[in-house]
């Protein structure tokens, strides 16, 4: 079990760019989640994956974001014509799942991403 | 959007003493998880206890569940300067969402 990793850990793009991250969760996994976190606040969810199925999208994700999770192993998530208020700590977790039922969540060390 | 509600959202003990933070929620829970952050190793998992359960313990943790006051509380005994660390609970709604809901966590800083 080598963890939840993330690529890259630190991105530097100038607003307009578009910019991709990669997330591998632990392998046996079925579920995958994207949040969104800023200073001083909790862990803002953006999507989440059972398997190949992007299951839920939160409502506050412009169309501009996009995640995918090809083959349930790795994710990525897009984010299009980036803004100044996109800067923020994007977290990849992955964990088990059932119906209905959620099991704790395993953290990637994210992503920071710079809007200049 | 935000569910749990921790109290405090700063706490500053010595080393050695206990730290309580607790978590209050707007709806019914399949189960309750409390993360702890810190630069160092990013959000990990604490504990995870069900709406059927009422205390659970981990080590040094002690988790109690009220689901008819809709709170939680997180217990540190014996605290430690490696405790300093952000502290979420994060609820899982009963109903059909499979994700967790956060709160905006307590700080807490234990100083040596």
């Known amino acids: 079990d080598t963890g939840v990793s993330q690529d890259p850990r630190h991105k530097i793009t100038k607003r307009g760019q578009n910019v991709t991250f990669r997330c591998d969760p632990i392998?046996?996994?079925?579920?995958l989640y994207w949040y969104r976190q800023t200073l001083g606040q909790g862990p803002e969810f953006l999507t989440y994956?059972?398997?190949?199925?992007?299951?839920?999208k939160s409502r506050l994700l412009s169309d501009r974001f996009s995640a995918e999770r090809p083959k349930g192993s790795f994710s990525t998530l897009e984010i299009q014509r980036t803004e100044q208020g996109d800067s923020a700590m994007y977290l990849c977790a992955s964990s088990l799942g059932s119906s209905g039922y959620s099991y704790e969540q395993y953290f990637g060390p994210g992503t920071r991403l710079t809007v200049t | 959007s935000q569910q749990g509600e921790e109290d405090p959202q700063a706490l500053s003990i010595q080393e050695g003493e206990n730290a309580t933070m607790n978590c209050s929620y707007k709806t019914s829970i399949n189960n309750l998880q409390w993360y702890r952050q810190n630069s160092g190793r990013g959000l990990v998992h604490l504990i995870l206890i069900r709406s059927n359960e009422r205390e659970k313990h981990s080590g040094r943790l002690r988790v109690t569940l009220d689901t008819s006051k809709k709170s939680s509380s997180l217990l540190i005994t014996a605290s430690r300067a490696a405790d300093t660390a952000s502290y979420f609970c994060?609820?899982?709604?009963?109903?059909?969402?499979?994700?967790?809901?956060w709160g905006l966590g307590t700080s807490l800083a234990v100083n040596p």
């Open positions: 994060a609820t899982d709604n009963a109903g059909n969402n499979r994700k967790l809901i």
């Open positions: 994956f059972q398997n190949e199925a992007q299951l839920e």
């Open positions: 392998s046996e996994h079925n579920r």
